[in-house]
């Protein structure tokens, strides 16, 4: 299957799918400093720049060649709070730069979501960004939590619908002028030894949740995954020639995104559960390590997919793992 588009001289361009972007190069150079100073009390600084340039060039049409040069300066700002030993707390504040890579410039090629194009025309991205995190290891607890936000000018997303480099692009790579994305994630984790160290019992949460808008116009951006949250109890030890064994029964949570972006799809909730186990070894015969792992994965065999995935998720599966280290 071959793919066309519209020169600007009118003339029709053909490329083969597999293709994509062939003869298409990118060549990029940057160079940083960063340093960290103790301040009196519990506080540290650390401050970073940075220096980009970045050249893209499309390479396959020498009578009309079609390039590209973004440069930028960026840097960061950190504070920490050591509240105790192993307690902290991070304050931080940056500029951030993206430049466009060559599938969003230059694509052109035939998927699931229709005949896709890049544009030769994406500008940059460019970020102002906040983020504050506490992380700690009270007693046996292991604890993370972060809140990020970032104000972002010409974020770069893919979209479905109306093209601007092309009628008939059913998918295209384009900019949002300015969006703002924040976002959160946790982790907490518990320790309890058994029969002297030798059994170790750890349930373990992780969750995370994002949201973005587009500014201008007032509407949720694209490609936005619902609140996710993983659960595990995991037993693991050691003892003889076993350097590690373990068995953990895990569970993969996600909520509804009933909210999507204009030209996406809402998804529905699922809950995943899956148990697992394996073991490491102490090698033989020239063999310094063996990894071997069984994981059941989706055990009730339940039906779900992930938010924008044109095809459901597998269903009950088993995976066996061998790895062997000499």
Avoid at 313 to 322: C, E, I, N
Wanted: aromatic share 4%; charged share 25%.
């Amino acid at each position: 299957m071959r793919s066309s588009l519209a020169q600007p001289s009118g003339e029709l361009r053909a490329l083969e799918p597999v293709q994509q972007f062939l003869g298409a190069s990118r060549t990029a150079a940057g160079i940083f400093a960063q340093d960290r100073w103790a301040l009196p009390g519990l506080l540290s600084l650390t401050a970073g720049v940075r220096g980009d340039q970045v050249h893209s060039d499309e390479g396959r049409l020498p009578e009309a060649p079609r390039e590209g040069d973004s440069r930028a300066l960026s840097g960061n700002l950190g504070l920490a709070v050591h509240l105790g030993p192993d307690t902290r707390l991070v304050l931080n504040g940056g500029r951030a730069f993206r430049a466009p890579d060559l599938e969003e410039q230059y694509l052109i090629t035939t998927t699931c979501k229709g005949l896709t194009c890049g544009d030769p025309e994406l500008s940059p991205e460019r970020a102002w960004s906040v983020d504050a995190g506490l992380k700690g290891r009270p007693g046996r607890w292991e604890l993370e939590a972060y809140a990020h936000s970032a104000w972002v000018e010409d974020l770069i997303t893919g979209r479905t619908g109306q093209s601007t480099v092309d009628e008939r692009c059913e998918y295209t790579y384009t900019n949002t002028a300015s969006a703002r994305i924040v976002g959160a994630e946790g982790r907490a984790a518990w320790r309890l030894p058994l029969r002297g160290e030798r059994l170790v019992l750890s349930p373990r949460v992780t969750a995370s949740w994002v949201r973005g808008e587009d500014l201008i116009h007032r509407e949720r951006l694209p490609q936005i995954p619902p609140l996710t949250s993983r659960a595990a109890l995991r037993l693991s030890g050691r003892g003889g020639g076993v350097l590690d064994s373990f068995v953990q029964l895990d569970t993969t949570l996600a909520a509804a995104q009933s909210r999507p972006a204009l030209e996406e799809v809402a998804s529905e909730a699922y809950a995943l559960l899956n148990l697992g186990g394996g073991l490491t070894l102490d090698g033989e015969g020239g063999l310094r390590v063996l990894h071997l792992s069984l994981r059941a994965e989706n055990l009730l065999d339940q039906g779900w997919k992930s938010h924008l995935s044109g095809t459901p998720g597998m269903g009950r599966a088993l995976r066996l793992g061998l790895t062997l280290e000499s």
